[in-house]
């Protein structure tokens, strides 16, 4: 069984930075595409960020423009996301989530086999 924890959530002013954390445990880490995604209060779950197993490919949703980034240690079978310039409307639960095999680029939520519980980010105006 896969376990996934997150940390790194928290209150931030807007234009601020959080780095998020996920913590892989249960299964070889490598084998799996990784992927952030986030729910905010009254929407749907979507993609935040995606990356390969080894990391050499990075996908991001259209809305993070350059502010988001993805990466990954396979030594601490950790996968990051760090966040700049927060806005008010990134305001949402962000969860880690695992795939055996290959991400893709907005990929579905059911198309993710393993889920964390969630972190909280909040930003203020």
């Known amino acids: 069984q896969v376990q996934l924890v997150e940390s790194g959530g928290g209150l931030v002013q807007a234009g601020g930075s959080l780095n998020l954390s996920c913590v892989v445990s249960?299964?070889?880490?490598?084998?799996?595409?990784m992927g952030w995604f986030r729910q905010a209060s009254g929407k749907e779950r979507e993609f935040v960020a995606g990356i390969s197993w080894s990391g050499t490919s990075t996908y991001y949703g259209d809305f993070v423009k350059g502010r988001f980034t993805i990466s990954r240690d396979n030594a601490k079978n950790t996968v990051y996301l760090q966040m700049n310039s927060l806005k008010p409307e990134d305001t949402a639960v962000y969860y880690c989530?695992?795939?055996?095999?290959?991400?893709?680029?907005?990929?579905?939520?059911?198309?993710?086999?393993?889920w964390g519980k969630g972190t909280l980010v909040t930003v203020s105006s």
């Open positions: 989530a695992a795939r055996y095999g290959a991400v893709v680029p907005n990929i579905a939520t059911r198309n993710m086999d393993y």
């Open positions: 249960g299964r070889t880490f490598s084998s799996y595409g």
